[in-house]
């Protein structure tokens, strides 16, 4: 036994002692005072007397227990190495939810002191058995994972609080952080190959986690889209991250939105399981979600066209394997708008104008924006006099497509005029500069 170990016991048991000789004294006090009382009570009835002067059982196995627990440098080192402290003050449960618990409540393997080396995690499914069994079925479940976190690593271990408290490490404003510090930690993140290496700094930047930290509880944190304890590889099909399931999971707060990409030409592919038509992380991203108005952000009028519409329309694989028209987003970006959008001119029209966003729809549908009946419509967004005629104008315009006579002839023109022109001044400097070099040659 160490000597820690045995002051404590030595400690106790003369508190025990003490204790002991006060419930004596006041039991014989008593008896003294009342001597009545012995011939109608009897010995049963004056043991009962005496217990019931005692301190209550609860309060003093908490005393036991900081005994050692109060000790500030008493830790201990869990299976990787990494060391917890074990230093526990009446403090740390004052605010707790869990306030007025006996210790052996949680630590119900504890049943003499000086326990057992090695106890059994807190007893947190006596209470919680449905998010305990969750938590079993998750990823951080798994047996190989041996340093997955465990409850108390996540909602804290005596000082346990509200999610609503703003000091609970699941509250909103908080969670994030509790998350990285697995998952946005290179070792862990390197051991167990996880494919995202900082979701904290993404999400800590987007949309999300501005509002987050902004106070708005409603924001997506962690737990809106991964869920709380039954957090599944994305690969599951249960899992609320599965590529077919993420429609479902963002409507939980973009319910109309949500509503328009069901009805889409890309949401009605995704219900037919077409695994290449894109859900809403393949165009927001996952974590670092942005608002269109920053320029960062893939969705912003001067990337969505190339970086986000591109990845699909401009693949080769995808426009072969699903029939899809090729160079549209070439004859895009060389078109008025796509060369305005490239000088920075970011009112002019992108792919979302024309297409949609969310609703986007074939060109056959009649609700679609680029519905032969709905051109003059759309173009007047941007153009308030737009015709029928101007409207009628081709916009994916390829070197395969027919042109008009007239667009033909003009064409021709303008090209030959290009070609006079600069090959003239290329001429014309040429000679210059041949004319000047002999003039200095003769001079020399």
């Known amino acids: ?39 109608h009570a009897g010995v049963p009835g004056l043991v009962l007397l005496m217990l019931s002067l005692a ?42 939810v869990h306030a007025g618990f006996d210790c052996v409540t949680c630590h119900a393997d504890v049943t003499e002191i000086p326990h057992a080396e090695k106890l059994a995690p807190a007893a ?27 409850c108390s690593d996540c909602h804290g271990s005596h000082d346990i609080r509200l999610r609503a408290d703003t000091l609970s490490w699941v509250n909103p404003k908080q969670l994030a952080f509790t ?42 944190t962690c737990s809106s889209c991964h869920g709380s304890h039954k957090i599944l ?22 319910q109309t939105v949500a509503a328009e990409y069901t009805a889409s030409v ?19 991203t996952e974590h670092a979600i942005e608002s269109p108005a920053v320029a960062s952000a893939p969705t912003s009028a001067r990337n969505v066209a190339v970086e986000t519409c591109g990845r699909c329309h401009a693949s080769t694989r995808l426009t072969e394997k699903y029939g899809l028209r090729t160079e549209r987003v070439s004859t895009f970006t060389d078109s008025y708008h796509g060369l305005a ?13 024309c297409h ?12 679609s924006m680029i519905n032969p009946d709905n051109l003059v419509q759309t173009c007047g967004q941007c153009h308030p006099n737009a015709s029928a005629n101007f409207a009628r104008g081709p916009v994916h315009f390829t070197e395969d497509e027919r042109e008009g006579r007239v667009v033909a002839v003009v064409r021709t023109i303008y090209l030959s005029l290009i070609i006079v022109l600069i090959g003239g001044m290329l001429l014309h400097n040429g000679l210059d500069f041949i004319r000047k070099s002999k003039h200095v040659l003769r001079r020399g």
Do not use: W
């Not at 590889?233 to 973009?254: E, G, R, Y």
């Not at 949609?356 to 609700?367: A, T």
């Open 1 to 39: 036994m160490r000597r820690h170990e045995a002051g404590v016991l030595l400690t106790m048991t003369m508190r025990r002692f003490l204790d002991e000789a006060v419930k004596l004294a006041v039991g014989v006090t008593v008896i003294f005072r009342r001597p009545g009382l012995l011939l």
């Open 124 to 150: 947190c499914q006596t209470c919680h058995e449905d998010a305990v069994a969750d938590l079993a079925e998750s990823v951080h479940g798994l047996p190989q994972i041996a340093d997955a976190p465990t």
């Open 179 to 220: 998350c990285g510090r697995c998952h946005a930690d290179p070792a862990i993140v390197k051991k167990y190959h996880i494919p995202i290496r900082d979701p904290l700094t993404a999400y800590n930047r987007s949309v999300h986690g501005r509002l987050t930290l902004a106070g708005v509880d409603s924001a997506a």
């Open 233 to 254: 590889d994305a690969n599951n099909p249960a899992s609320l991250v599965f590529h077919f399931n993420i429609p479902k999971t963002c409507a939980q707060c973009h």
């Open 356 to 367: 949609g966003v969310h609703n986007i729809l074939p060109s056959s549908d009649p609700r």
């Open 55 to 96: 301190k209550p059982a609860a309060a003093q196995e908490e005393m036991d227990c900081l005994m050692c627990h109060g000790d500030e440098s008493l830790t201990t080192t869990d299976s990787t190495g990494r060391e917890h402290s074990l230093f526990v003050t009446p403090g740390h449960l004052e605010n707790s």
């Open 341 to 353: 959008l490239r000088s920075g001119q970011l009112s002019a029209a992108n792919c979302g104008s």
């Open 266 to 284: 890309h949401g009605a592919a995704v219900a037919r399981g077409m695994r290449a038509s894109p859900v809403c992380t393949d165009c927001h």
